[in-house]
């Protein structure tokens, strides 16, 4: 289709492979990730925000910092055992030492005791003292974290934005997983069928039934939810995780009212994101919200929508008449023998209109015509209210029905950046970045099942995660500036806001 800015798909045998390969520079050993997080200074500002121990509890000997440390190792090592077991270690041990004296100070690393906590100290600093504040320490991170990506170089304040083609650094990438619960059991009693006698077995109290890849084939799936957010540019381990939330319903839905939440909370803290690329749980009434928050929603079209009428055009002697096909209009145009079919019309600009509360989108249609093109403007993304400002009839000159007023769910069959499209193609592979988040997540568990019993303790789980992530990626960026030797954010045009400005 020519002029059209979103270009037409490419068939899939023409696109390109997205196998991801890792650099050598990307390639991290177990020994280097510990050290990583050792070293990773957002660690040492969040164990600030914790109690003392002997307010809690806790023997006084270690400070809440040898716990948080000691927790971050935990999806590192794949489990407490494992993580108790390295820090006890001579070697890392030291390493702690000299770690926290260089980041916290002498006088701290000279209180540290010569030994670390054993695994049953640290499931009771878990329990009396890093449970309780996980909401706090949740809260702290996501400050942190947006700083690491805005130094990062990710979500760059002012930077060109080209809103049919936005940057990969430009756009936030989300998605839920489900881990499965640390046990199989669903009641905490059985009867053995062989013996009759009654069996005891240890239930997570957080897990229930969820179904994934909601929309095709529901896969049932029994754990925790958790969704993420994160950004990157190129690069596997400079990945920077926004945020996480717990999905507490069973239901689709549940999960996309979540990540809307999320999103439209961390675009106010990253002027430079332009949008969010999702998966198909993201429905109308969700892209909704996020356009009028002056976000791209970048993602499949759900597989109920069908086409529809839109309006018929008449211009003079002619009249278009104009569909809803694919997340975008297009044509209805009579063949010979009777039938018809949906021609895409080309779109030359996604316009995008900031508001004082909300935003407004439009496609800017060229269509297509003998007698010469007719330019026409479409609001798409947004399914208007009568509590929006009324648009007046261009004719007529009265107020306009709005799309919920005339049954027209807008915000569902007319899409920003329409799926059949090559921009389409190039943007929502990023998101199987998320899948990534989740592929590593999985690796970070022993057996692959969860490692805490109920919701407090997998909180701690779930936060030493992404801190153990974004402390490798803080890594891999300060050794890209040292081995590049330029300032932080250079080779992204203007030179981001750092921590601290
Ligand atoms: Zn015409």
Same mark, same amino acid.
């Given at each position: 289709?020519?002029?059209?800015?979103?270009?037409?798909?490419?068939?899939?045998?023409?696109?390109?492979?997205?196998?991801?390969?890792?650099?050598?520079?990307?390639?991290?050993?177990?020994?280097?990730?510990?050290?990583?997080?050792?070293?990773?200074?957002?660690?040492?500002?969040?164990?600030?925000?914790?109690?003392?121990?002997?307010?809690?509890?806790?023997? *006084?000997?270690?400070?809440?910092?040898?716990?948080?440390?000691?927790?971050?190792?935990?999806?590192?090592?794949?489990?407490?055992?494992?993580?108790?077991?390295?820090?006890?270690?001579?070697?890392?041990?030291?390493?702690?030492?000299?770690?926290?004296?260089?980041?916290?100070?002498?006088?701290?690393?000279?209180?540290?005791?010569?030994?670390?906590?054993?695994?049953?100290?640290?499931?009771?600093?878990?329990?009396?003292?890093?449970?309780?504040?996980?909401?706090?320490?949740?809260?702290?991170?996501?400050?942190?974290?947006?700083?690491?990506?805005?130094?990062?170089?990710?979500?760059?304040?002012?930077?060109?934005?080209?809103?049919?083609?936005?940057?990969?650094?430009?756009?936030?990438?989300?998605?839920?997983?489900? *881990?499965?619960?640390?046990?199989?059991?669903?009641?905490?009693?059985?009867?053995?069928?062989?013996?009759?006698?009654?069996?005891?077995?240890?239930?997570?109290?957080?897990?229930?039934?969820?179904?994934?890849?909601?929309?095709?084939?529901?896969?049932?799936?029994?754990?925790?939810?958790?969704?993420?957010?994160?950004?990157?540019?190129?690069?596997?381990?400079?990945?920077?995780?926004?945020?996480?939330?717990?999905?507490?319903?069973?239901?689709?839905?549940?999960?996309?009212?979540?990540?809307?939440?999320?999103?439209?909370?961390?675009?106010?803290?990253?002027?430079?994101?332009?949008?969010?690329?999702?998966?198909?749980?993201?429905?109308?009434?969700?892209?909704?919200?996020?356009?009028?928050?002056?976000?791209?929603?970048?993602?499949?079209?759900?597989?109920?929508?069908?086409?529809?009428?839109?309006?018929?055009?008449?211009?003079?002697?002619?009249?278009?008449?104009?569909?809803?096909?694919?997340?975008?209009?297009?044509?209805?145009?009579?063949?010979?023998?009777?039938?018809?079919?949906?021609?895409?019309?080309?779109?030359?600009?996604?316009?995008?209109?900031?508001?004082?509360?909300?935003?407004?989108?439009?496609?800017?249609?060229?269509?297509?015509?003998?007698?010469?093109?007719?330019?026409?403007?479409? *609001?798409?993304?947004?399914?208007?209210?009568?509590?929006?400002?009324?648009?007046?009839?261009?004719?007529?000159?009265?107020?306009?029905?709005?799309?919920?007023?005339?049954?027209?769910?807008?915000?569902?069959?007319?899409?920003?950046?329409?799926?059949?499209?090559?921009?389409?193609?190039?943007?929502?592979?990023?998101?199987?970045?998320?899948?990534?988040?989740?592929?590593?997540?999985?690796?970070?568990?022993?057996?692959?099942?969860?490692?805490?019993?109920?919701?407090?303790?997998?909180?701690?789980?779930?936060?030493?995660?992404?801190?153990?992530?974004?402390?490798?990626?803080?890594?891999?960026?300060?050794?890209?500036?040292?081995?590049?030797?330029?300032?932080?954010?250079?080779?992204?045009?203007?030179?981001?806001?750092?921590?601290?400005?």
């Amino acid at each position: 289709m020519p002029d059209d800015i979103f270009g037409d798909p490419l068939p899939p045998e023409q696109r390109p492979a997205r196998k991801r390969q890792l650099t050598d520079r990307d390639q991290r050993t177990r020994l280097q990730r510990i050290e990583d997080c050792l070293d990773y200074p957002m660690i040492y500002e969040l164990a600030e925000h914790l109690p003392a121990p002997h307010q809690v509890g806790c023997p *006084p000997q270690y400070p809440p910092l040898v716990y948080l440390l000691l927790a971050s190792l935990m999806p590192v090592t794949g489990s407490k055992r494992s993580a108790a077991a390295h820090l006890s270690s001579d070697l890392l041990w030291r390493r702690l030492h000299t770690a926290v004296r260089r980041h916290a100070g002498r006088l701290a690393a000279a209180r540290l005791p010569d030994t670390a906590p054993s695994r049953g100290q640290y499931l009771y600093a878990e329990h009396h003292l890093l449970a309780p504040a996980t909401d706090l320490l949740t809260d702290v991170f996501e400050h942190h974290a947006v700083r690491q990506a805005l130094a990062q170089g990710l979500f760059p304040p002012t930077a060109v934005r080209t809103w049919a083609r936005p940057q990969r650094r430009q756009l936030i990438v989300g998605d839920a997983t489900v *881990p499965k619960a640390p046990s199989k059991a669903e009641h905490p009693t059985t009867l053995d069928p062989a013996t009759g006698r009654l069996l005891r077995h240890r239930v997570d109290p957080a897990a229930r039934l969820y179904y994934e890849n909601g929309e095709t084939r529901p896969r049932p799936a029994r754990g925790t939810k958790w969704f993420f957010a994160s950004g990157r540019d190129d690069g596997y381990w400079r990945r920077v995780i926004l945020t996480y939330a717990h999905v507490a319903g069973g239901a689709y839905e549940d999960e996309a009212a979540v990540a809307v939440r999320s999103f439209t909370t961390l675009a106010t803290r990253l002027p430079g994101c332009m949008g969010v690329v999702y998966d198909g749980a993201l429905r109308g009434v969700h892209r909704d919200t996020l356009a009028r928050a002056g976000l791209l929603a970048i993602n499949k079209q759900h597989g109920s929508v069908r086409p529809m009428a839109y309006e018929l055009l008449r211009f003079g002697a002619c009249r278009h008449d104009l569909w809803c096909d694919q997340g975008r209009i297009a044509e209805r145009l009579l063949l010979d023998d009777g039938t018809s079919v949906l021609r895409p019309v080309p779109v030359t600009r996604l316009e995008h209109r900031p508001g004082r509360t909300r935003s407004r989108w439009y496609h800017l249609l060229d269509i297509p015509c003998r007698r010469g093109n007719h330019p026409h403007r479409v *609001p798409v993304a947004i399914t208007t209210t009568p509590a929006d400002r009324a648009v007046r009839d261009t004719v007529t000159g009265r107020r306009a029905r709005s799309d919920t007023e005339r049954g027209f769910h807008r915000a569902e069959h007319l899409q920003q950046i329409p799926e059949p499209t090559l921009a389409h193609q190039h943007l929502y592979p990023w998101r199987a970045d998320s899948e990534s988040v989740h592929n590593q997540f999985d690796q970070s568990l022993w057996n692959q099942r969860m490692i805490s019993y109920g919701l407090d303790r997998q909180k701690v789980f779930v936060l030493a995660f992404a801190l153990a992530h974004n402390a490798t990626s803080h890594r891999i960026f300060q050794n890209d500036r040292i081995h590049s030797r330029v300032p932080s954010g250079a080779g992204h045009g203007p030179a981001p806001a750092g921590p601290g400005t």
